[in-house]
Every structure is written in C-alpha cells, then in structure tokens.
C-alpha cells in the first residue's frame, strides 16, 4: 500500500516547503536548486515509499543505521509507552532514569572487556566529541596534562561538530571558509590497499603504515599524543577494509606509548559487521574506549554512546574534586534509551546477528561480480557494508575526472530503478538492514548492474 499519512499535503506541496525552507545536511546548493529533494513518507522492513507512492530498496540503510528494518510496531509501542510514562528526565550529575540505568548495564554486558562504564549522547559526533575530551582528562589525572593530541588518519569521518570534523578528515569535508582545530590533531595515510603505493605488497604496505605511525610519535614526542582514533573499517570515507593485521598493530604501538584508542564504531556496531562490536571480534583490539550510535536504535530515534573502560574509570575517580565538565541535555533521554532496549531485545530474539553474517556474506560474494563491469575497478567491504568504486582506467585504477559525476548518475539511474545507493566521490555505497533477505540481496545486485551498464553506455 502507498503511504500517504492522513491529513498529508499534496506531494509537490511538500517538495515545495522543504525546497523553499530546508537546508539539508552537506547540500550541494546547485543540484538541490535544480532538483530539490526526494520525500520519503513511509518505511518497512528495508523498503521505502516517496509521498507520489514509489517504492525503493533501501540499500543505504538510512545512513548506515536501520538495522532492525523500518516499520516495526513493537518499537512504536515501546517508544509511545516510555514518552506517556516519562518523556524526559535529565541525567546530569546525580540525576538517572530507569532506561538510561538499564541500557547502561546492558552495554556493559555487550561490549568487550572491561568497557563496563558509559556516557550516553545524542549520535555519533557528540559521543566522538566528548571521548576526545576524555582522552585529555584522563592524561591529565595520569599527570600528564600535554598529552592531549589526537592521532587520526585522512579520509575518516568522526561527525560533524567542530572537534569531531576537525579530528576526521574526508576529502572534500574541508573548506576553506571554515577553520578546523589543527593543533593537536594529526593524520596518518589511509589503510586503503587499492589505493597503496604500486610495488608493495598488502603486508608491506600494512608495515609501513604502522612505521608511519610509529615515526610520527618519534617527531611528535609521546608525552603531546594522548588518543589514536579509529574506526575499524572506515565507512563514509569509502568503505576502507584495513590490511590483515593493521588494527591490531596499530593497537600494540597505542600500548607501548600510553595512546588510548578510540574505536569509532558509530557504524561497524550493533550487527553491521555480524557482531556487536567489531574491534575485538573481527580485528584483535581491546579498545579503551568505544564510540557508539546509528544501529543502536537502528535510527529510529537518536541515540549515541561512549563506552570506555573500567580502569579509564578508575583514574578519574582518583581524584574526588575534580569534574568531568561534559554531557548533553538529552544525555541519556528515556524514550531514545527505551528504543535503544527494545532494539537489542530484537536483535537478540530475532538472531538479527547470524542473519547478517549470513547475509553479509551472500552481499560481498553476489556484489563482487560488478568488478567484470568496464567501469568498476573495485567492490570492496565486509559483512553489510559495501561499496564500488569506478575507475576510468581499470589497470592504473585511474579515477574518472571529477566533473563525469558517474556515482550520482549511478545512483540516479538506479533510484529510477527503485533502487538505493548512495554516491560518494566515486564511490557507490551500500548498507542495508540486517534483515535484508536472499531475495532483496539479489534485486541489489541485479538492479545495480543495470545501472552501471546504464551510465557507461550514455559515457561512451
Ligand atoms: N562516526 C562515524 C564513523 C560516522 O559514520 C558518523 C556518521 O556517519 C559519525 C561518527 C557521526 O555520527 P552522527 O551523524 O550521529 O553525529
């Protein structure tokens, strides 16, 4: 059935207030003058409808985080009986609620190691914000009060404040109008092997970014780097599958120089990978500290966390005078903590998990055949997150010229087809729901393809 909520104005009456008084996230003022945005009115499972009643495979999976799949009665009910019960109590200070206590021990339960304690925010920019933050603190109730720089690596994606922007660093994120925080801030070279330097092996290329690090601290000094932040495989900055073994290495150097690592695993959590968290299960690193949001409500209200470690804890409350000066009003809100309980609950009782294990692995194998397409030089990802990336030149892994646009004409041709992906440089990225079935594994792929082929023949 289409959408159409009761009451609904007229779908070009909507286009029309969103295009005359919207300003949507990272708007490109040219297309969005032309072409205006896409309502959506309603969601199931991993499908869309617009407000005309056209129907789409999600293949973004909102952003990164509709985990459990859109349109579930149960977390609507959940969500109605926390806001009629208690819609807000705040949780500065000495202040809790019973969802935020509940939800609190139950990351405790899922995260890995000792990462029993944690500071909720409203999504990921806020949890990577303040977990710099806590870096900072920390080294200075360890006596150290230079050790507060941050090493993170080009082409990652930690949010959209002005810390976390400044910490991540996508090209094209960067202009010139605004002023990034730089000192303290340094960023090492991308674990992309297909972008690697010819004649290195994975190995050796894996080997020298960690030496990268390593000389880095050597100029920097240890004593001005307090945290190393990282997000197991990068997602927004196209989808980076590190080397065998990186992470883990990068790990070991953090440990042998008091770095804490920050996994930022605002989208690698809550199943995307087949785990609750990636960093120890897939890649080998006890993280002191995890970055958490997206699939942890599965997007159907905000939500972010930070996780970080007993011991983190243990030296702060060394010192009984001092304040951790940091926190959200909506820190811990009960309905979004609520939502994030019955979400988990789902997932659990569902094996929402194996299903993506399963599923991830039928995406990458399925998907990997793009890569006979004259266009696409590489499909590359793990689990439920994937991307193609299109070349001009399949040997020199040449990029096209930036104005050919082909990952928006991609992604136009395949939403024409009901299907969506989403463009990124040159990049075409996916990220379905872990309920996504055989069925809709296989529309993906074909529908893309025909896409792909689309766009080469108009280019040619
Ligand atoms: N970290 C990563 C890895 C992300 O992908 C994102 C968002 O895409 C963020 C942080 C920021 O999260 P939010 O948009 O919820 O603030």
């Avoid at 007229?10 to 286009?15: E, K, M, R, S, V």
């Avoid at 920019?125 to 720089?149: F, I």
């Amino acid at each position: 059935m289409p959408p159409a909520a009761l009451n609904s104005p007229a779908p070009q009456d909507l286009w029309q207030m969103d295009h005359r008084h919207s300003l949507h996230p990272w708007t490109n003022f040219g297309s969005f003058q032309r072409e205006g945005a896409l309502v959506i009115t309603k969601g199931e499972g991993c499908w869309l409808w617009d407000a005309e009643g056209r129907r789409y495979l999600d293949a973004v999976g909102g952003l990164w985080c509709t985990n459990i799949g859109l349109g579930r009665r149960e977390m609507a009910q959940a969500i109605a009986e926390q806001a009629e019960r208690l819609a807000f109590s705040n949780t500065f200070v000495d202040m809790a609620n019973d969802p935020s206590a509940r939800l609190a021990a139950k990351l405790a339960a899922l995260a890995p190691g000792d990462l029993n304690r944690v500071m909720f925010t409203t999504g990921g920019s806020t949890a990577v914000d303040t977990a710099v933050r806590m870096v900072a603190y920390v080294q200075s109730c360890l006596g150290q009060p230079s050790k507060t720089g941050i090493v993170a690596r080009d082409h990652s994606y930690h949010g959209s404040t002005y810390l976390s922007q400044s910490v991540g660093k996508r090209p094209g994120d960067r202009v010139p109008e605004f002023r990034y925080k730089e000192d303290g801030i340094w960023h090492l070279t991308p674990p992309n092997p297909y972008r690697r330097p010819s004649g290195m092996t994975e190995t050796e290329f894996r080997d020298w970014l960690v030496d990268e690090f390593e000389t880095l601290i050597a100029t920097v000094g240890a004593d001005r780097i307090g945290g190393f932040i990282a997000e197991p495989i990068q997602a927004s900055g196209g989808v980076i599958v590190p080397p065998d073994g990186y992470l883990h290495a990068m790990w070991q150097v953090c440990q042998r120089h008091g770095i804490l690592f920050i996994a930022d695993e605002v989208v690698t959590a809550f199943g995307r990978l087949g785990h609750w968290f990636a960093s120890r299960d897939l890649f080998d690193v006890q993280p002191d500290i995890i970055c958490t949001a997206k699939g942890l409500t599965s997007g159907y209200i905000p939500l972010g966390a930070m996780i970080f470690s007993d011991r983190l804890w243990s030296i702060m409350e060394q010192d009984p005078d001092r304040w951790f000066t940091a926190g959200f009003t909506y820190s811990g809100h009960p309905v979004a903590c609520a939502a994030a309980l019955k979400n988990i609950e789902i997932m659990e009782r569902e094996d929402l998990l194996t299903n993506a294990t399963r599923m991830g692995a039928l995406f990458q194998s399925r998907l990997k055949r793009l890569e006979d397409l004259p266009l696409v030089g590489q499909v590359r990802g793990r689990g439920l997150m994937l991307c193609t990336e299109n070349v001009a030149d399949k040997a020199t892994r040449e990029p096209l010229p930036d104005g050919v646009n082909e990952s928006k004409r991609i992604s136009n041709a395949a939403e024409a087809m009901g299907l969506m992906v989403r463009p990124m440089a040159h990049l075409n990225v996916m990220s379905p729901p872990l309920t996504i079935t055989e069925d809709e594994v296989d529309f993906i792929a074909t529908t893309l393809e025909k896409a792909i082929r689309q766009v080469t023949d108009e280019l040619v």
